[in-house]
């Protein structure tokens, strides 16, 4: 099996791999992209995107090729993803505001559950995006992105207990009145460390 990192011929390996070795040459694929930073985002078997459980548990394929992606191009690709999503996750905010005062049922409680795990989710990207970026949220704007972020959680914690006690009208309007404005402020803080990303693309 030919293999390849991006288009520069890495291994020629003989023989059919058992999926212990597919492992072992994935990780060891992973570890020669991060020398020089960078990840692996596609794995190609013949010309065909794989997923990486597809890849493991195959047979056959001639060519494998390992296709990588540079630390800040991954940012600038997953905080331009969170700019996308922003505006459906502020709508949905104000969509469960708008089905608890109207009727409370399991469908605002599976959306209030999409909308908190949403929020996690745009935190960790941007946590995440600082890390890899080596920088800190002092480097960022005004220096204002921990104390917005731990305003929101601390926020979102909140609402919780109006909804323990089944006070669905407070909780409508904590969401509207609290919650949203406070991911609102992160947009800021999402598109100036988008421009900084992008601005070094490697």
Known sequence: MRVLIDDAEWENLEGELLEEERKDLLERARKEAARSRRFIRDILVDGKPLQEEAFLSMKGGLEVKFVTISVKELVTESLEETQRYMPALLDGIN??????????????????QQVTEGIGWVVKVLHNSLLLLGITDADLGDGGLGTTRERLLQTLEGVLSPLEEGKFFELAYRLREEVEPALSDLRRYIDELLAMASGEVQ
Do not use: I, P
Request: proline share 0%; charged share 45%.
């Open 95 to 112: 969509l469960v505001a708008d089905r608890l005062e109207e009727k409370y049922d399991k469908d605002a409680l599976t959306l209030l």
